[in-house]
Structures are given as C-alpha cells and as structure tokens.
C-alpha cells in the first residue's frame, strides 16, 4: 500500500502491475484506490499520476457515504433495512411450523420473510428472488406507460444480474434491466426505463438521443446525477 500528501488529505493507493499499455485509477465503493499499470512503469512515475489526478480521486471518495461499507456487511436478521423502491424498509423474519412454502412479503414499513424454520444462509437469495420478481412486474408495468412515446418494437426484456450496468439495448431490439432498478426512487427507475426505449430509436448518446430522452423526462439531468451519486448503494 502506498500513500500520497496531497494538501490536508492523505490518498493510499495499491497498485497491480500487469502487461498492459496503460494505467487506469479506479475508486472502489469500499474507498480503496486501485491503481493498475505496466510493469515498466516505476512506482515514482506512478505517484507522479496519482498527484495529478489527486483533485479527481479525493473529490470521488468524498462522493463515498462514511457508512457505506457497514451497509454491505449484512447478517439478514430482524431490523435490518433494505431499499425498495427508495424507501427503507425494516426486515422481519418469522418463524411459524404451520407455513409449507417460504414466503416474502411487503407489509407497511417491513419486509417479511415467514419459515417454518429460520435459515440464514438461504435469505438472500430469497430477498434476491423476490426483488427480481418485483422488477420485472414494475419494469413491464412502465414500458407499457412509456411505450407510445417511442413507438418502436420491443424484442425482448430480461431481468438481468448486470455488475456494472443498470440497463442495456441491443441491436436487435432487446432491453435488459439489472433487477437493482426496484431499489431505486420511482423517478430514477424511470429514467433508466427511458434511457434504455430511447436506444430503440438512437443506438448511440448522439443529439438526437438525448433530445428524445429530455423529451420525455425533461429533468432526466437531475434524475442522473442522482444515480451517479447514489448509485453505489443500491446493492442487497
């Protein structure tokens, strides 16, 4: 692990060293700064790009709520909060013999979870499960709604466990979705349903694009910058 001073911040940063051609600085939700460089490339050359992009780095880290790694460290017992369409919601497990098939349910501020008998290791898939089922009724839901101001013919639409994107349209017509939208705001699940119909008719981020998004969503800026800021705490 190296360290850079720069001003009043001190920036730690790792580096992997590989056959590649370039370097690349990337910021982890966790706040770790990974630096991956050529193997010729010196650790003193490499310090040098780390000062320059120093602005950059601490102005994303800052981006990183304090409390974001503590969020990720789940245990699935009662009291836990988990996003659902913006709101937090409590999670409640309830252990009952008379209950044949585990069932998951939205009830006020809580999501239940109602066993025979308490397993652990089993709820995340189930809380993954039920999201993904929520995402696809609330995904269909809005491209019904969204569907006139396109006028373009869907192939297909899946629900998708995407890493590293929200949304995605192929040439063919098909729009994927990462189940992670339902954990979203409704605005900001509406915007990746446009982003992605608005690929139907510009496969591209030209003008053109843009001009049918804002058509449709006239904020979609703010709905973005939202994402973007947020966006790393949409996770279960």
């Known amino acids: ?41 010196s650790d003193k050359e490499i310090k040098n790009m780390v000062k320059q992009k120093a602005k950059w780095i601490i102005s994303k880290l800052g981006e990183i709520p304090e409390d974001f790694i503590s969020k990720q460290e789940r245990k699935y017992q009662d009291g836990e909060r988990f996003l659902y369409r913006g709101k937090e919601y409590k999670l409640k497990i309830i252990e009952d013999s008379k209950i044949e098939n585990i069932q998951v349910q939205l009830k006020q501020n809580e999501i239940v979870i109602l066993m025979n008998k308490i397993k652990i290791q089993v709820i995340p898939s189930l809380l993954e499960l039920w999201y993904k089922e929520k995402a696809r009724e609330l995904v269909y839901e809005r491209i019904k709604y969204y569907s006139p101001f396109i006028n373009r013919k869907i192939q297909n639409v899946r629900i998708k466990n995407q890493k590293k994107r929200w949304g995605s349209c192929s040439s063919l017509g098909n729009l994927n979705f990462n189940w992670r939208i339902i954990m979203m705001p409704d605005d900001m699940f509406d915007y990746i349903i446009v982003h992605e119909m608005c690929h139907l ?36």
């Open 1 to 41: 692990m190296f360290s850079l001073e720069y001003e009043l911040s001190t920036i730690k940063y790792r580096i992997i060293k590989s056959n590649r051609k370039t370097t690349t600085i990337s910021i982890l939700p966790t706040k770790e700064v990974i630096v991956k460089a050529p193997i010729y490339l």
């Open 201 to 236: 008719k510009h496969l591209n981020h030209s003008k053109d694009y843009w001009n049918c998004v804002g058509e449709i969503l006239p904020d979609y800026k703010e709905r973005e910058k939202w994402i973007k800021k947020n966006g790393m705490n949409i996770e279960l």
